[in-house]
């Protein structure tokens, strides 16, 4: 009985997230994409709440006793094998009835819509928000089982570690109206890739780290590892966070700048950042997601454990790709001002290197 609780955890929590999307208070914006129509897509933004509301529930029913503090880590694979079923039933039914744009195969994966959106739910923002609470829960389950099974020996780093995953989640949610500027809004539709992933790969995988290390006795390391982990993840959120703030005010409040005085590059019809961070490289956002998943991987104390740095590898492989398609896409929507911002920024990813 227990292990079918563990395999519909998910879909407990995620229904929960959806039903508190449509009854906390929320904020009301206008996104940067726009409807078929040309006019800007509406949004209603209450994901920290939400968050907060789940985190609050969550401690209260492991407080009383309801829940084991490390129930999600115990049926950590039962709990995976229901969030994948589930992004299997919601790829289908999001793609079938909807009007083919590639064939069966390709549809599935890639969506056929680009931003649906339900009454007050927006799908994206709705797999985002899922994905980021049911992440958060298991950072939070799978730590514990480390400091339950372990109270002699406890892991700076895995504390570390949970609390940079827990800021990472919160700050997501905080910044909830930035991301609407972001790649996944504008260029990607809605199928297996983004609802499977927000749904299974996004809470599971990102923290591959704790599969590995939850089950272990500190690694004992240098407390100046774990200092030097968190200066690293730091490092990382100020280049990504920064960045993304930068292209927003640019694109909503364009006189005010954010940090750098704005300058661009302009043909009439467009305009272009070359200061500041977009002044650095072309995608210097790319370069702060993967550097803060370098320090959360080396948080953990086992810098040559193979595990934990398949979450860096996997942005890696994820973010240089989607450069180069990001490229493709504004060398045609901007044509010779794309050419000169090349010339004028000439780093792709990493500057004096790629």
């Known amino acids: 009985m227990t292990a079918i609780a563990g395999f519909f955890a998910p879909w407990l929590v ?33 994901g920290l709440r939400v968050f ?19 129930f999600l ?15 299997l039933v919601f790829t289908a039914a999001i793609v079938v009835g909807a009007p083919p744009v590639r064939g069966t195969v390709a549809d599935l994966f890639f969506g056929r819509r680009f931003n649906p959106q339900y009454g007050p739910l927006d799908a994206k923002m709705s797999l985002y928000l899922v994905g980021a609470v049911m992440l958060a829960l298991n950072v939070i389950s799978f730590a514990s ?28 949610l905080f910044f909830e109206e930035v991301h609407l500027y972001t790649y996944d809004f504008f260029a990607e539709r809605v199928g297996f890739k983004l609802g499977w992933g927000c749904i299974t790969f996004y809470p599971y995988f990102y923290c591959v780290g704790l599969w590995s290390e939850a089950d272990r006795p500190s690694p004992e390391s240098p407390i100046a590892l774990p200092i030097v982990a968190v200066v690293v993840f730091v490092a990382g959120w100020v280049l990504s966070r920064g960045a993304n703030l930068q292209k927003f005010f ?10 750098f005085a704005p300058e661009t590059i302009r043909d009439g019809g467009h305009a272009l950042l070359v200061s500041g961070f977009w002044g650095v490289s072309r995608h210097i956002n790319y370069l702060g997601e993967i550097v803060m998943a370098i320090g959360l991987t080396l948080a953990l104390g086992r810098p040559l454990d193979p595990i934990p740095w398949l979450y860096p590898l996997y942005y890696i492989a994820l973010l240089f790709p989607r450069q180069a398609d990001d490229d493709r896409r504004c060398a045609v929507k901007y044509g010779a001002l794309w ?7 000439r780093y792709r990813i990493i500057p004096k290197i790629y």
């Not at 115990?74 to 994948?84: N, P, Q, V, W």
């Open 14 to 46: 995620y229904a929960l997230v959806i039903a508190l999307q449509l009854v906390v208070p929320a904020r009301r914006v206008d996104g940067y994409v726009r409807d078929g129509a040309g006019n800007r897509l509406h949004y209603r933004l209450n």
């Open 339 to 345: 050419t000169e911002y090349c010339r004028r920024v």
């Open 52 to 70: 907060a509301v789940i985190l609050a529930l969550y401690f209260t029913a492991c407080q009383l006793g309801w829940l084991a503090r490390d």
């Open 73 to 87: 880590w115990t049926y950590r694979f039962e709990s995976l094998a229901g969030a994948c079923t589930l992004g």
């Open 145 to 172: 089982h480390q400091a339950l099974a372990f109270p002699a020996a406890p892991s700076w780093g895995m504390f570390a570690y949970a609390g940079m995953f827990l800021f990472f989640v919160g700050e997501y």
């Open 250 to 259: 640019f694109k909503t409040r364009p006189e005010r700048g954010f940090v």
